[in-house]
Structures are given as C-alpha cells and as structure tokens.
C-alpha cells in the first residue's frame, strides 16, 4: 500500500465531512483574512488527520450546528496540510497556542473563546456538540 495515496484519503475525507457539514474550506491565507474579517459570529474549525478529529471534532462541528442558535459563518482551516490558512488563522486566535483540532469563535474578527484539543480529545462527540451550543448560546442570535 502507497502510504502517500491513504494518506490523500484520509485527508479528502476529513475535507468533505466539514465541507458537507457547511463550512467554508479556507486554504490561502488570502481566504482567512477574507473570512475572519467578517461582520458577526464566526466559527472556526481547525480540521486535522488525528483521531480525535475524525471521531469527535468533526462530528461535534457537523451536530452542533442544527441548533436554535448559530453562528453567522462556518469556516474550516486544515492543520498540516493548508499551512499558510492554518498560520494566519492562528494569527486571530490571540491568547491561544496552536492546537489541532480546535474551534475558535470570533466576533466581529476577535476571537471570543476556543475548544482547544484538551476540550476536544478525551470527551465524546455528544460533549463537544454541548460545549459548542453552550458558545452559541451566550454569543449568537436565533436562526
């Protein structure tokens, strides 16, 4: 087996579980500064290839957004494999180290609070989904 060829499977199938789940893939830092520059609430999603990403963060960011409440935008960087993205995303994250994955939620282009992965790793996707709409409980208007 080419580990290169998995390797591409696992990384378009990370990509089209978040895309499918509505978030706007960012992968230059060009769509970073485009996205978190936005007016409103923005939730980022920093995807990657562990474990934890595939069995909880990337659940946990498809469930949570079938909510009352949501953030205006959904956006997704990719950890090691869109650096550029990744880099100026993290631009935004002030006060946070670099983890993957993560979520960051942002308002007005500042960032609010964040899921690091010590949130994320260790905890059931149905935990995460809970932390998620408790954010968006305290920072987003109905839909």
Request: a negative charge; one cysteine or more.
């Amino acid at each position: 087996m080419d580990f290169n060829l998995f390797m591409n499977d696992v990384v378009d199938v990370a990509r089209k579980d978040v895309r499918e789940a509505g978030y706007q893939e960012l992968t230059t830092a060009e769509d970073v500064d485009n996205a978190l520059t936005k007016e409103g609430t923005t939730l980022v999603m920093v995807n990657s290839t562990c474990g934890c990403a595939g069995g909880v963060a990337r659940p946990a960011a498809a469930n949570s957004v079938h909510y009352d409440k949501r953030p205006d935008n959904l956006v997704t960087v990719f950890a090691g494999q869109d650096r550029e993205a990744t880099e100026k995303a993290r631009e935004y994250f002030e006060g946070y180290p670099p983890s993957s994955p993560s979520f960051a939620f942002l308002k007005d282009g500042k960032i609010v609070t964040m899921l690091e992965r010590h949130d994320i790793e260790g905890f059931s996707a149905v935990d995460v989904v809970g932390k998620l709409q408790t954010i968006f409980d305290e920072h987003c208007a109905e839909v």
